[in-house]
């Protein structure tokens, strides 16, 4: 086991938002996202059925590049599916067919269905459908190679080009591309299907179905630089060099050798990840025989002066521009960002960014985005990272599935550190359809293109291999974690292979030894433990807390219990409570501070989520039964019994931030805590509680603050001095009455922070308040735009749920409302939402090459409506 892990390294990804030279070099990507046909269901196959089982042979051959030693591949049977597949058919009709734009989620368009699992949400994302694309394809394209890349096909994807059948992926969150070349038609028109089957039982959360990440078509010369083949590191680095490695690995997809020359120069990228000025190095052509066939690969190394380091505080980042000449010829050319910078994972002083202790402040989030679903959309992405910035964190691990390339190129551009993992199960499932099911042919190509997509970001610090896998209380299993992490290293030996770990308690079952560090998930009183026994392993909360509330609801008596709370299905927001295995951000922390060797933890969850509402939702985990079919089949009626009857709630209740983006009063406690140098205080509950004058009502205040002293209509009801292990203020026995309820804190004996809750009046009037006024005129931007149910001067009304009806004219539709409540089934696509608790969401989509001025308008019985005006541009 290592005690330094010593890492420097890099950015941006081929498949990533990647930035391609000027017009001289021949290599294309194009956006291949607008203009297909959908729909959901299936169609006849004389050949019996495309499950994967049965075609698995047709579809293994694709992503072979990507292992050390192919295998030798049977021939295929000799049933084709490509001629039996009517959907297929270049001259299948699909007229009938919607029309849609990618990115498509098709679940998160449907009407909730409460025969559905509330542990996938209640949304029918499961099933097959088909998407189709005609376009039309240049002649001068003719002689180029061209690819069709997707960054992530949920799940099962079947791909025919005019016709002929050429790959398929069953992981859905992996980015991977077929080769179209030998199908097309340059200067004519040509087909693309593309199959999709989510399995019902494929997910423990909301996955979404669709093509729901970008797709791209990308052109190059038939030698060029192969698929995210330029990988940058950093192996010395200091305030006055640094050692730039630029290593290339060419493709020929010809019959004959190359002679080409490949050279490199490096320059400052912009925010973007541009290249800006002149180069600050670079390096002659150098000479190379590409092989047919083979992947070729040579490097480049360079000294860079007075390097700008990547830092969460000053995101400095580089562009490696790879240049391939056949002769004086430029036949490919590419740029990939990346960062100048150091990580250190150690066992005594945590972790270290160029050298500096960065405590990990980070978040577990899955991949969906509230109420538009699964479908990335780079907006809602920056959103979120900027409310978590706001909260003071600056980690994401990305649970539990490589995630969008966008994500990444966000956390380089804003200063976040990430965690990417790549799975949830390996051999052994957790449910019967999971990715356990695909693991032996798959993992190896999931995990290489993974790693070699995302390599080259700087805020990508580890690499985590799995989340809870049940082969840890396996004799055995830590083997297979050997596998993978050996896997891991083949492809990146710059940064930390990691793992989230449940089983792992105290003693030794062979996992620590084949990672770099220990990742527990809710597991505080084990750092101690592990320390005593094994000091040189690294640790770090890789799943922390698991704390669960619902906004803006508070219920009485206020329980230490915390499996209390718990009310209409909904979960008090004292910040009390929380499943079994569990704990508060209180117990977690006293944990960190008494063993401050650990890094850093990664809470459960940033935001709310689609699915897995506990604590009503089943537990399937514990029911699952792989024995027979006859035990499967039972499992499945006690799923869906459950589903029906204890699962009224369709999104969780773990998050420091709710499915609509608004804070609970976690977020407060968070903040608190990652930024002590922020002024800031924060009292709950709200003071409207007319039921309760004269009975108890607790009172908590979160602040960054060391002392605190609580007014209730002017009067003082003690103040407080936080002591070691302590992390809110509490005044357990307050007599409501209402009025004002005032806190004042102080911070090293001198004034910090003052918050106030106020009983209000009766809901009178609407507010309406944007994230952002001005937009992009590309049909992808988005406005988030939160309506306010206030009494007349102003005050949220903390417990109104008033019917709100929204209009809008000008250049923009409406492409979702929300509330935050996980017990709403209203639509999300919708003109119409009930507030919760005082708020309601409406999320603003522009419509593409239109401008000008767009108004909301927002209505409910009895209330002063509003309008808000935004402009696209």
């Known amino acids: 086991m290592k005690t330094l892990l010593a890492i420097s390294l890099m950015a941006c990804a081929l498949f990533g938002p990647a930035v391609f030279a000027a017009s001289d070099a021949p290599r294309e990507r194009v956006s291949f996202d607008a203009g297909w046909k959908f729909i959901k269901g299936d169609t006849p196959y004389a050949g019996g059925s495309l499950d994967y089982e049965r075609i698995k042979d047709w579809v293994l051959p694709t992503g072979d590049e990507l292992l050390n030693q192919p295998p030798v591949r049977a021939p295929r049977r000799p049933r084709d599916p490509e001629r039996e597949v009517k959907f297929a058919h270049v001259d299948f009709d699909d007229r009938s067919w919607r029309s849609v734009d990618l990115p498509h989620d098709w679940g998160i368009e449907a009407p909730f269905q409460q025969d559905l699992s509330g542990d996938t949400g209640k949304l029918p994302w499961f099933g097959v459908a088909w998407y189709r694309k005609t376009f039309t394809l240049p002649a001068e394209d003719a002689g180029r190679r061209i690819a069709l890349e997707l960054d992530g096909a949920m799940s099962y994807a079947l791909v025919w080009c005019n016709g002929a059948f050429v790959g398929g992926w069953p992981y859905g969150y992996t980015s991977w591309r077929v080769d179209l070349t030998p199908h097309l038609k340059p200067g004519g028109s040509n087909v693309i299907a593309i199959r999709l089957d989510n399995p019902n039982w494929s997910s423990r959360w909301y996955p979404g179905g669709g093509l729901y990440r970008h797709t791209w078509l990308t052109k190059t010369a038939p030698v060029h630089v192969a698929p995210w083949g330029v990988f940058v590191t950093t192996p010395e680095v200091s305030a006055e060099s640094a050692l730039v490695d630029v290593a290339v690995t060419l493709a020929n997809d010809t019959d004959a050798r190359a002679d080409v020359r490949v050279g490199v120069r490096l320059f400052a990228a912009d925010p973007q990840g541009r290249a800006v000025g002149a180069p600050v190095a670079s390096s002659e052509p150098r000479a190379l025989r590409a092989v ?133 199960c390996w051999q052994a499932g957790k449910t019967p359809d999971d990715y356990s099911r695909v693991f032996h042919d798959w993992h190896e190509k999931d995990l290489r293109a993974m790693i070699r997509r995302d390599r080259n970001h700087p805020c990508v610090i580890q690499w985590s291999i799995g989340n809870e896998i049940r082969e840890q209380w396996e004799p055995d299993g830590w083997r297979l974690a050997a596998h993978l992490a050996g896997i891991v290293r083949e492809e990146d030996r710059t940064r930390a292979v990691a793992a989230g770990f449940n089983a792992i308690v105290s003693g030794y079952n062979g996992f620590q030894s084949v990672v770099d560090l220990v990742g527990y998930n809710y597991k505080p009183a084990e750092y101690a433990k592990l320390r005593a026994t094994h000091p040189q392993i690294v640790q770090q909360g890789a799943e922390t807390a698991s704390t669960i509330s619902s ?117 407060y406690l968070y903040q608190a805590r990652w930024r002590p140098e922020l002024p800031m205080a924060h009292i709950l509950p709200h003071w409207n509680w007319p039921e309760r004058v004269g009975q108890v009502t607790p009172v908590f205040v979160y602040s960054s603050g060391d002392e605190a002293e609580l007014f209730l209509n002017g009067k003082s009801l003690g103040r407080q001095k936080r002591g070691p292990g302590e992390y809110r203020f509490r005044w357990n026995d307050v007599v409501y009455q209402p009025g004002e309820l005032k806190v004042v804190t102080y911070k090293n004996g001198k004034p910090w922070a003052d918050a106030v809750q106020r009983t209000t ?90 401008s000008g001025p767009i108004t909301l308008r927002a209505e409910s019985t009895g209330l002063a409506p509003i309008e808000v005006t935004l402009k696209s541009e």
Request: aromatic letters at 10%; charged letters at 25%; proline letters at 6%.
């Open 551 to 667: 906004r803006g609801e508070y219920f009485f008596p206020v329980s230490e219990d915390k499996a209390q709370g718990r009310a209409d299905f909904q979960v008090s927001s004292y910040d009390l409570y929380t499943p079994p295995w569990a704990t508060t951000p209180d117990t977690e922390w006293k944990a960190q501070d008494e063993n401050p060797f650990v890094l850093g933890e990664f809470v459960w969850t940033g935001f709310d989520y689609l699915g897995e509402p506990t604590p009503y939702n089943a537990d399937v985990t514990n029911l699952l039964n792989f024995s027979d079919a006859a035990g499967r089949a039972k499992m499945q009626q006690e799923l869906d019994a459950l589903g029906k009857i204890r699962v009224p709630s369709r999104s969780s209740y773990f998050g420091i931030i709710d499915l609509a983006g608004f804070p609970k009063d976690r977020f």
């Open 292 to 424: 047919p066939g083979k992947a070729v690969k040579l490097a480049h190394t360079f000294r860079v002066a007075q390097p700008r380091r990547w830092s969460l505080r000053e995101r400095h980042r580089y562009v490696a521009e790879t240049t391939v000449l056949e002769g004086d010829r430029v036949i490919d050319r590419i740029e990939t960002p990346f960062g100048i910078r150091t990580i250190a994972h150690t066992p005594n002083h945590g972790f270290l960014l160029n050298g500096e202790r960065v405590p990990l402040r980070g978040v577990c989030n899955h991949h969906d985005l509230g109420a538009l679903g699964s479908a990335i959309n780079e907006r809602a992405l920056e959103r979120q990272l900027e409310i978590l910035q706001a909260m003071g964190g600056n980690a994401i691990r990305t649970s539990h599935n490589p995630p969008a390339p966008e994500l990444l190129e966000l956390c380089d551009r804003m200063g976040f550190l990430v965690m990417v993992e790549a799975f949830d």
């Open 761 to 850: 009046g009766a809901a009178a009037k609407l507010l309406a308040q944007p994230d952002r006024a001005a937009l992009r005129a590309d049909g992808r931007d988005l406005s988030f735009v939160t309506i306010t149910v206030a009494d007349r001067d102003g005050l949220l009304v903390p417990r109104s749920k008033n019917k709100l009806t929204f209009s809008i004219t000008g250049p923009a539709t409406i492409a979702a409302v929300d509330n935050g409540d996980a017990t709403s089934f209203e639509p999300f696509q919708a003109r119409e939402r009930s507030a919760y608790n005082g708020l309601a969401l409406v999320i603003l989509r522009t419509k593409p090459g239109e």
